[in-house]
C-alpha cells in the first residue's frame, strides 16, 4: 500500500498546481468573460466573436482540469481514511492514489504547454522516405499510429492530402487534427522516424532499414494575421488519386499550391508546395491549401523565435526540423527516442496508438 509520505506528496504538488494556474483567478476571469459574450450583437462580428468563445473554452479547460484533480485527490484522501476502519481494503486506496497521481501528471504536462501555439489544432504530414514499397509501407503505418493515437484522445481527423504507394502503402497523407492542445502535444512528433525489420517485401528475408518524415505545425485560423505576398502565389490542379470518392480522375479537383518567398530563418528564396484533395470543391481546396500554407509560415515565425531563445539560453538542446528521433526496431522489440532516451519493449501498444510517454518525456525534457 502506498506511505504517508507519497499522499503527501502528491497532496503537495496538487496544491502548488492550483497556485501556478491561478484557478481562482481563472474563475473570476471566466465569469468576466462569459459577460462579454451575452452582450446584443455578440455575434455581428464572427471573428471576434470565436475568439471570445475560444477565450472562454481555454478558461474552462483549465478550471475543468483542476476540478479532476482536486476530486481525485479528495477520494485518495478518503481511502486513506477509511482504511483505518476497514471500509476499504489496500487495493481501493492504491488504486484511488495511481488515479490521482495521473491526473496530477497530466495537469502538469498541460501547464507545460503554455504557448499560444500549444492550443492550437494541428497539421500533420507523413512523407516516406527512399526505399520504394517498404518505405511507403512504413509511412502507411504511421498514418495508423497516429490515427489510433487521435482516437484514443478524442481528437477529430480530417485528410486533406493522400497518396497511394505505387504496390503498397503512402507516399505522403496530410491530416488536419482538432482537439484540446492537440499541436502542444504533438509536436514532438516533428522529425524522422526510422523502421528496422525483415522486410516482407525482401525476397531474401533480409533486414531493411526505411525512413519516414513527420511534420507538424499549427493549425491556425483567420484570428491570426499571417502575411502571404499574393505574387508569390502559383496554381496547377490535377486529377485526385487514392481515396476521394466516384468522381476521382474524372475531374480536377485536386490542387497544388506553389509559394516562392524569402524564407524568414536562412534569408534565402525558398518554396512551399501544398497539395489538398479534401474535397470535391476546387475552391474549397484552395481555400484549405491557404490555409495549409498560412500555418506553415506561421510555423515558421516560431521556428525564428525557438533559435532566437535558444542563442540565449546558450548550451541547452534543441531539435532541429527534420532530424531523425526515434527508431523502432520490430525484431529486437523495441522503440527508442534518441532525443529523450525513452525506450519501450511493447512495440504493439505504440502501433496502436500508445505513444503518450514518449510526448511527456520530450516534453519534461524540452518544454519550451
Known amino acids: 500500500m502506498i506511505t504517508i509520505e507519497q ?16 484557478i481562482d483567478d481563472k474563475r473570476i476571469q471566466l465569469e468576466e468573460e462569459e459577460l462579454h459574450t451575452q452582450a446584443p450583437g455578440f455575434w455581428d462580428d464572427a471573428k471576434a466573436a470565436e475568439a471570445q468563445m475560444r477565450k472562454v473554452k481555454a478558461l474552462k479547460r483549465w478550471i475543468e482540469g483542476y476540478e479532476e484533480v482536486r476530486g481525485k485527490m479528495e477520494e485518495v484522501s478518503l481511502a486513506w481514511d ?13 488504486t484511488a492514489y495511481q488515479h ?20 492550437m489544432p494541428a497539421v500533420l504530414k507523413i512523407v516516406s522516405g527512399a526505399g520504394g514499397t517498404e518505405a511507403q509501407d512504413w509511412a ?15 481528437y477529430k481527423v480530417t485528410i486533406s492530402n493522400y497518396q497511394e504507394g505505387d504496390e503498397a502503402g503512402i507516399k505522403t497523407v496530410t491530416f488536419n487534427i482538432e482537439g484540446d492542445m492537440a499541436y502542444g502535444y504533438l509536436k514532438s512528433e516533428n522529425g524522422v522516424h526510422r523502421l528496422v525489420r525483415v522486410s516482407p517485401y525482401n525476397a531474401q528475408g533480409k533486414r531493411m532499414t526505411s525512413f519516414a518524415s513527420v511534420f507538424v505545425v499549427p493549425l491556425i485560423d483567420d484570428s491570426i494575421d499571417i ?3 499574393p505574387a508569390g502565389i502559383s496554381w496547377d490542379t490535377f ?3 487514392g481515396a476521394g470518392g466516384q468522381n476521382v ?3 480536377e479537383s485536386g490542387v497544388r499550391l506553389h509559394y516562392k518567398f524569402i524564407n524568414c530563418l536562412t534569408g534565402q528564396p525558398d518554396e512551399i508546395v501544398i497539395e489538398n484533395t479534401e474535397t470535391r470543391d476546387q475552391p474549397k481546396n484552395r481555400e484549405n491549401a491557404l490555409r495549409h500554407l498560412r500555418s506553415q509560415l506561421y510555423e515558421l515565425e516560431l521556428e525564428k523565435r525557438r533559435q532566437a531563445a535558444a542563442k540565449v539560453e546558450a548550451g541547452k538542446k534543441k531539435i532541429e526540423w527534420g532530424s531523425q528521433i526515434r527508431s523502432y526496431v520490430f525484431d529486437d522489440r523495441r522503440v527508442k527516442d534518441h532525443r529523450t532516451n525513452y525506450e519501450t519493449h511493447n512495440v504493439n501498444a505504440v502501433m496502436d496508438g500508445d505513444i503518450d510517454a514518449f510526448i511527456k518525456a520530450y516534453l519534461m525534457e524540452f518544454p519550451d
Open 7 to 22: 499522499l503527501k506528496d502528491v497532496q503537495q504538488r496538487a496544491e502548488k498546481l492550483k497556485q501556478y494556474l491561478a
Open 82 to 94: 477509511f482504511i483505518k476502519e476497514g471500509l476499504v481494503t489496500e487495493a481501493d486506496v492504491d
Open 100 to 119: 490521482a497521481l495521473q491526473a496530477v501528471e497530466d495537469l502538469e504536462m498541460k501547464n507545460m504547454l503554455s504557448h499560444e501555439e500549444d492550443q
Open 140 to 154: 502507411e503505418q504511421l498514418m495508423r499510429m497516429y490515427q489510433r493515437y487521435c482516437e484514443k484522445h478524442d
Open 227 to 229: 502575411q502571404v505576398d
Open 239 to 241: 486529377r485526385s488519386s
Open 249 to 251: 480522375n474524372k475531374v
